[in-house]
């Protein structure tokens, strides 16, 4: 069974930094794309990030390009959400998600996380 377990959200001020982390088992996880999500009050949940299992592709929601980095070590079974230049829109629960297929891409999401929250204070 997969599980999924993201952490590093918490509290910045606008314009800081924060590092999303998000540790995966039950899967052989080179095998499988990752991304990340978020949700925002009142908002539906929208796709911010996502890379391929050997990491050699990447996407970006164009709300977040320049400003995020997805990236991943597979050696951990963990993927990263590094972001920089943080803004108050970015406030939302982000979730992890595993792809539904191994070596799909680009990736249908079958697995997620429980989500962990940001914030950024203006």
């Known amino acids: 069974q997969v599980q999924l377990v993201e952490s590093g959200g918490g509290l910045v001020q606008a314009g800081g930094s924060l590092r999303l982390s998000c540790v995966a088992s039950g899967r052989t996880f080179g095998f499988y794309a990752m991304g990340w999500f978020r949700q925002a009050p009142g908002k539906e949940r929208e796709f911010v990030a996502d890379?391929?299992?050997?990491?050699?592709?990447?996407g970006y929601a164009d709300s977040v390009k320049g400003r995020f980095t997805i990236s991943r070590d597979n050696a951990k079974n963990t993927v990263y959400l590094q972001m920089n230049s943080l803004k108050s829109d970015d406030t939302a629960v982000y979730y992890c998600?595993?792809?539904?297929?191994?070596?799909?891409?680009?990736?249908?999401?079958?697995?997620w996380g429980q989500g962990t929250q940001v914030t950024v204070s203006s």
């Open positions: 998600a595993q792809a539904d297929r191994p070596g799909n891409w680009p990736p249908t999401f079958g697995s």
């Open positions: 890379i391929s299992g050997g990491g050699g592709s990447r």
